[in-house]
C-alpha cells in the first residue's frame, strides 16, 4: 500500500545521513530554509485503547520531505538541528502543526496528539512559553496535548529538566516518558518528576511473542504503571497478537505498525476508520454500533 511505501522510505538507511557524514553540514545549512519552503511536515501515527479498541490519539513525527534525498525521517536531522542551534524553531513548527491538526480532529472525534521534545528543548526555559503561544493560537485544551521526553534527555541536567517539566505540567499538558526501559535511569525520577504516562520501548514489544524476557519486562513495566498511577503505552505493536497479550497485560494504549504507520495528517482519517472497523473484532468485541 502507498501508507507502507512512505514508512519504508523513511526507514530506509542513507549512510550519507549519519552524524558526522559529509552531506550532514550542507542538509543543516538548508534546515532553515526548507521550514520555510514548508518542506518539513509532520505525519501521525495513530494510538489505541487497547481495552475498546478505538484510536484516542496521535503522535506526531517530523520528516524532511528532501527535493534530492527524498522522505528523510528525524534521526536524519534532529542530532544536527541540535546541535546547530535549530532544535526551538523545529519544535515550533511541529507544535503549530500538531496543534492545528488535533484542533481540526475535535470537530470529528476527541483525539489527543502527542509531540515529541528535544534534549535541548528540555534545557531551554524558552519551550515553556513556545508551549503555552501554540495552545493559545490553537484554542486547545491542553488536556489533549502529550509531551514525550526520553529518560535519557531528563538525565542530562536534571535540576535544570525537572523545572522545566515543572512548568509545563502546569499549563496542564501531559508528560510521558517515551522509549522507557532503554536509558539508564533511577526510578526514583518517577516519584520526582510530574509524568503521566510511560511509553514501553519497542525494542521489548516487539519481541513479546517471541521472547521471555522481553514479555517481563513489559509485564513489569506495565503493573509498575499501574501502582505508580500512571497510563502505559506499549510501542512498537506490529502484529494482532500481540496486541491480544497487552490486553491482557491490562496495557493501556498501544501504537504500532501492526495498527497503523505514520501518515501524512489528510490521510489520518482512513487510517482512523480502518483501526475503528478492525481493531475491535481482533480483541473479541465485534464492531461497535455506529
Ligand atoms: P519515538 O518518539 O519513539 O517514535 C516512534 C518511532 O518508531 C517512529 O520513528 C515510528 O515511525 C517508529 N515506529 C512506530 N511503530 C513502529 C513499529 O511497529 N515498528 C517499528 N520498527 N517502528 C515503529 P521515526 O518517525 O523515525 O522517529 C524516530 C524518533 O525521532 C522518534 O522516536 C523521536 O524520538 C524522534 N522524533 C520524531 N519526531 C520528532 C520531533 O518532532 N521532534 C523531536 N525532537 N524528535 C522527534
Ligand atoms: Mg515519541
Ligand atoms: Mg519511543
Ligand atoms: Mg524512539
Given at each position: 500500500?502507498?501508507?507502507?511505501?512512505v514508512a519504508d522510505r523513511v526507514a530506509r538507511y542513507d549512510?550519507?545521513m549519519?552524524?558526522?557524514?559529509?552531506?550532514?553540514?550542507?542538509?543543516?545549512?538548508?534546515?532553515?530554509?526548507?521550514?520555510?519552503?514548508?518542506?518539513v511536515v509532520v505525519h501521525?501515527q495513530?494510538?489505541?485503547?487497547?481495552?475498546?479498541?478505538?484510536?484516542?490519539?496521535?503522535?506526531?513525527l517530523v520528516r524532511w520531505q528532501h527535493?534530492?534525498h527524498g522522505l528523510l525521517g528525524p534521526n536524519a536531522f534532529i542530532p544536527?538541528?541540535?546541535?546547530?542551534?535549530?532544535?526551538?524553531?523545529?519544535?515550533?513548527?511541529?507544535?503549530?502543526?500538531?496543534?492545528?491538526?488535533?484542533?481540526?480532529?475535535?470537530?470529528?472525534?476527541?483525539?489527543?496528539?502527542?509531540?515529541n521534545?528535544?534534549?535541548?528543548?528540555?534545557?531551554?526555559?524558552?519551550?515553556?512559553?513556545?508551549?503555552?503561544?501554540?495552545?493559545?493560537?490553537?484554542?486547545?485544551?491542553?488536556?489533549?496535548?502529550?509531551?514525550?521526553?526520553?529518560?535519557?534527555?531528563?538525565?542530562?541536567?536534571?535540576?535544570?529538566?525537572?523545572?522545566?517539566?515543572?512548568?509545563?505540567?502546569?499549563?496542564?499538558?501531559?508528560?510521558?516518558?517515551?522509549?522507557?526501559?532503554?536509558?539508564?535511569?533511577?526510578?526514583?525520577?518517577?516519584?520526582?518528576?510530574?509524568?503521566?504516562?510511560?511509553?514501553?520501548?519497542?525494542?521489548?514489544?516487539?519481541?513479546?511473542?517471541?521472547?521471555?524476557?522481553?514479555?517481563?519486562?513489559?509485564?513489569?513495566?506495565?503493573?509498575?504503571?499501574?501502582?505508580?498511577?500512571?497510563?502505559?503505552?506499549?510501542?512498537?505493536?506490529?502484529?494482532?497478537?500481540?496486541?491480544?497479550?497487552?490486553?491482557?497485560?491490562?496495557?493501556?494504549?498501544?501504537?504500532?505498525?501492526?495498527?497503523?504507520r505514520p501518515?501524512?495528517?489528510?490521510?489520518?482519517?482512513?487510517?482512523?476508520?480502518?483501526?475503528?472497523?478492525?481493531?475491535?473484532?481482533?480483541?473479541?468485541?465485534?464492531?461497535?454500533?455506529?
Open positions: 500500500s502507498a501508507a507502507r511505501g549512510p550519507r549519519e552524524l558526522g557524514g559529509a552531506l550532514a553540514p550542507e542538509l543543516m545549512a538548508e534546515l532553515g530554509a526548507a521550514m520555510a519552503a514548508g518542506q501521525y495513530p494510538q489505541v485503547d487497547v481495552c475498546s479498541g478505538r484510536v484516542v490519539g496521535a503522535e506526531a527535493p534530492v544536527a538541528a541540535e546541535r546547530t542551534g535549530q532544535i526551538r524553531p523545529l519544535t515550533r513548527l511541529v507544535l503549530d502543526h500538531a496543534l492545528a491538526e488535533c484542533a481540526r480532529w475535535q470537530a470529528d472525534r476527541p483525539l489527543s496528539v502527542s509531540v521534545l528535544s534534549v535541548r528543548n528540555l534545557l531551554d526555559p524558552a519551550i515553556v512559553d513556545d508551549v503555552r503561544d501554540a495552545l493559545e493560537r490553537h484554542r486547545l485544551d491542553p488536556s489533549l496535548v502529550e509531551l514525550e521526553i526520553t529518560e535519557t534527555s531528563a538525565m542530562v541536567d536534571q535540576a535544570r529538566s525537572a523545572t522545566a517539566l515543572r512548568a509545563l505540567a502546569a499549563l496542564g499538558v501531559t508528560l510521558s516518558i517515551d522509549d522507557y526501559g532503554t536509558g539508564y535511569g533511577s526510578l526514583a525520577y518517577l516519584q520526582e518528576l510530574p509524568v503521566q504516562r510511560l511509553k514501553i520501548d519497542r525494542s521489548f514489544v516487539s519481541d513479546l511473542r517471541r521472547s521471555h524476557a522481553s514479555a517481563a519486562i513489559v509485564r513489569s513495566v506495565v503493573d509498575l504503571s499501574q501502582r505508580l498511577g500512571l497510563s502505559v503505552v506499549a510501542e512498537g505493536v506490529e502484529d494482532d497478537e500481540t496486541l491480544v497479550l497487552l490486553r491482557d497485560m491490562r496495557c493501556d494504549l498501544a501504537q504500532g505498525f501492526g495498527l497503523g501518515v501524512p495528517a489528510d490521510r489520518l482519517c482512513d487510517v482512523v476508520r480502518r483501526i475503528d472497523a478492525h481493531v475491535p473484532a481482533v480483541l473479541g468485541l465485534g464492531v461497535p454500533a455506529q
